[in-house]
């Protein structure tokens, strides 16, 4: 990792990283295998017959977007700032028409507003943070902010944003909080020695009537 956390929330360092890395994939999958989330995501996730659509949100090299896939959900799109590794991801799964791969910011999306069902966060705003979470930096809450704000703009009203991270709820909580969705937390943690994870989700409330 970076010996300057700041260096996490520029494309730059992530492109220099994957750039020797590609060949390790495994050395991406940040907090926690798909295997392990699997139960979380199962009860989260839209169910597979609505077909919804999926927004991986700073996707790196990982593999959850093809293992999603291989249990139902087509339709989604990853997006990252890095092109090494978006590159590599379109290279790895071009076969697979449904997947879209993007070079986009999270902090800046180009897409419309209510576009998807559901978005994915595994490891990116924690990537955000540096320096004491009691009084974040400016350029923390600015970052977080602009993301967070992002991503209830492209969720469609009911739609959910799955978080996962191992900051502690209190410290995640006031930057989480948006008066456009209600926030639900879980602690996840295989037994009482390994290390615990928290996964958050996020409801978009509906359009008023």
Excluded at 59 to 88: E, K, M, R, W
Excluded at 111 to 125: P, V, Y
Aim: contains cysteine; proline residues 8%.
């Amino acid at each position: 990792m970076s010996k300057d956390p700041k260096e996490l929330v520029r494309p730059e360092y992530w492109n220099s990283r994957y750039t020797t890395e590609t060949e390790d994939p495994a050395a991406h999958e940040w907090f926690r295998t798909f295997e392990k989330l699997r139960p979380f995501l199962e009860r989260n996730l839209p169910p597979v017959d609505d077909d919804p659509r999926i927004l991986q949100l700073g996707c790196g090299l990982s593999t959850l977007t093809y293992d999603l896939y291989n249990i139902g959900y087509h339709n989604q799109c990853s997006i990252d700032f890095s092109p090494v590794a978006i590159d590599f991801m379109k290279s790895k799964y071009d076969s697979i028409e449904s997947l879209g791969w993007r070079v986009m910011d999270v902090r800046k999306m180009e897409f419309a507003d209510a576009e998807f069902d559901c978005a994915i966060d595994k490891g990116t705003l924690d990537a955000m943070l540096h320096g004491s979470l009691w009084d974040p930096e400016p350029e923390v809450k600015a970052n977080v902010n602009a993301y967070v704000s992002e991503v209830e703009r492209v969720l469609k009203p009911g739609g959910r944003w799955l978080y996962i991270t191992y900051r502690q709820p209190h410290f995640m909580r006031p930057l989480l909080q948006r008066s456009g969705w209600t926030m639900t937390v879980e602690a996840l943690q295989d037994d009482a020695a390994s290390f615990e994870y928290f996964a958050w989700v996020m409801v978009k409330h509906p359009s008023p009537p």
